[in-house]
């Protein structure tokens, strides 16, 4: 389909929707491919780092002046993820616009934050040489983020210090404050096999874990609410026995625990034992923990990036981003989420993201940058083919 009035940035997330990366498996590399090659058209140097066959991050930096001053992490991640069970009434991997929306898996999350990152860092691009700033401005773009921040435990070591991070995360463009962090705990009941005929002679280890997903209801912290909301505990994958006619000696189930900080992984695990405690043959193992994200509105960055987008709507998200993996191992640096897609379509049947709030957001994000490497002259805006 022809599209003849799209802005290059609406081009790129409409490209990039095109390319398949739902994780698993990823095939995040075409997606680096595809933005080493832009990059590269720019006169830049952008390395991509293949840490798993077809999974790949990439970083590319506008060195500043001074090499030891931190400098500004512009972060999003390239996978998405699958497509749920419901049908869609749109292309998924289309990238098609209709009006100001713009249709596709990833559109929202993130693949339009991406986009509007990618073409900000190719405006700074273009004025950086004569503008000379002080501070460095970091693109990192990383694979394997909706299955647990793989992909930004990888990044580490490429990156240079850090001073504040902008993460391109849903949230319409409004200042995100921080996020809820996640522990992914897995239950596993024991049970007895015997004929389903003879269900008494047997210990039936769905029935058992049934009774335990009723009761969580029950065991939901009220408590640990703070800024970023009150903690949840979602089953989200269960798989219980083998073949019809037999009583199952197995079932495991999934819970999804998002964190606040005032709700962290030991009181996570604390509410898990309770769960457990009344049935001996249930074990809970933990998976994965990645903790909440919190910056003051009072940090100093964080405030000039509120003064700068002029919204006083401060938002948290429910979501976690790779700054859960970023932020602690860089020294805590200032964290801020925001991007153009909108919070409530990510992961939805249907997804899509306006067109004009990536547009915007492209703006955003070079005021940011440039208020951060001091006064880098600004380019033309978006240039339309
Ligand atoms: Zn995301």
């Known amino acids: ?41 720019s006169g830049l140097e952008p390395t991509v780092q293949t840490w798993e066959e077809g999974r790949a991050n990439l970083v590319c930096t506008l060195p500043g002046a001074d090499p030891g001053a931190p400098a500004l ?18 292309d998924p991997f289309g990238g098609i616009v209709d009006g100001d929306r713009l249709y596709g898996r990833g559109a929202t999350d993130m693949k339009g934050g991406v986009a509007a990152m990618v073409v900000a860092f190719e405006r700074l691009a273009a004025s950086w040489h004569h503008a000379s700033p002080a501070r460095s401005v970091v693109l990192a773009l990383t694979a394997s983020e909706e299955s647990g921040c793989q992909g930004a435990q990888a990044i580490l070591p490429l990156l240079p210090t850090i001073g504040a991070i902008v993460v391109g995360e849903a949230t319409a463009n409004h200042v995100g404050v921080g996020h809820k962090g996640v522990m992914w ?98 074990h809970a193992e933990i998976d994965l923990v990645v903790p909440p994200v919190l910056t003051s509105e009072q940090d100093p960055w964080l405030s000039t990036v509120i003064e700068l987008i002029g919204s006083p709507d401060l938002r948290t998200a429910a979501y976690f981003t790779d700054a859960s993996v970023l932020a602690p191992a860089l020294g805590d640096p200032p964290v801020c989420i925001l991007g153009p897609g909108e919070p409530a379509l990510a992961h939805q049947v249907d997804e899509w993201c306006s067109v004009q709030a990536i ?11 440039e208020r951060w490497c001091g006064a880098v002259e600004s380019t033309t805006s978006e240039t339309k083919p």
């Open 359 to 369: 547009d915007d957001c492209v703006d955003i994000y070079q005021s940011i940058a």
């Open 185 to 282: 705990a897995r239950l596993r009941v024991d049970g007895r096999t015997a004929h389903a005929s003879r269900p008494d002679l047997g210990d039936n280890a769905v029935v058992r874990m049934a009774e335990l997903i009723s009761a969580l209801e029950a065991t939901t912290p009220a408590a640990g609410e703070c800024i970023l909301g009150r903690p949840t505990v979602t089953p989200t994958l269960i798989a219980g026995g083998s073949v019809r006619n037999m009583v199952p000696d197995l079932c495991e189930c999934t819970l999804d625990i998002r964190l606040t900080t005032a709700f962290g992984a030991a009181a996570a695990r604390r509410v898990l034992d309770h769960l457990t405690a009344p049935v001996p043959t249930c």
């Open 1 to 41: 389909m022809s599209q003849p009035c799209l802005t290059t940035t609406t081009q790129l997330a409409s490209r990039l929707i095109r390319l398949d990366t739902t994780n698993p498996p990823g095939n995040e590399s075409r997606a680096t491919t595809l933005i080493a090659e832009r990059l590269g058209d």
């Open 73 to 90: 992490l512009l972060s999003g991640h390239l996978d998405t993820v699958g497509l749920g069970a419901q049908p869609w009434s749109v």
